[in-house]
């Protein structure tokens, strides 16, 4: 996939219409060991991460704002529901 705009990682669709509501909720001390397999451009305000850890993964949602960090993620579900949410969210078809 070629890149016009020099980015090197995905960036995520407007909102659809009919967009599906995610549930973020604060981040939970529930995984020790938590590996990020894809994540979007960090040139916008709102960066998604897809994470792993304990044969589970959940999507995090950081905001940057003026120097401060506000993160949500999604409660764990199994990799190929994750992988599905990861894919609504890059189209815009969740949020």
Sequence with gaps: MIKLDGCLSPHVAMPQRNRVPVDWRLPCAGLERVRT???????????YELCTGGGQAFIRRTTQLEGEFDVHETSPMSISEARALWADLLCGVAR
């Design 37 to 47: 397999l894809l994540w979007t451009c960090a040139c916008r305000a709102t960066i």
